[in-house]
C-alpha cells in the first residue's frame, strides 16, 4: 500500500520560508509526476507546483518566484521551498503523486499558518 507522509508544516511570520518534504513508501515504483497542493479553509484544494521525472516544473501563478519544488526519485521524495511567505499562503498542504497508469495517491496533510 502506498502512503505519502508530508512533514516541515508549521507557524511562521510573513516574510519567512518553511521547507516542506514528502516520503513515499510501500512501493518500489516511481510518480511521473510529483506534486504540492493546497487547500485554505473554504475554498476548493488548488496546485500549487508539481515535477515530473524530467524535471520539468509548474507553479501556480501566487507562487512563482517564491516557492521551489524539487524531487530525488531514488528516495521517492518531493520537496517544497517556501519563501517570501504571505499570510495568503496559509493552508493545508498536501502531497501527491501520481503513476504512468494515472494512479494517484495523497497525503494527508501538513499545515502551513503564515502570521501577518
Known sequence: QVQLVESGGGLVQAGGSLRLSCVASGSIFSFNTM???RQAPGKQRELVAAITTGGRTTYTDSVKGRFTISRDSAKLSVYLQMS?????????????GVRSTGSSYWGRGTQVTVSS
Open 35 to 37: 506534486g504540492w497542493y
Open 84 to 96: 517570501n511567505l504571505k499570510p495568503e499562503d496559509t493552508a493545508v498542504y498536501y502531497c501527491n
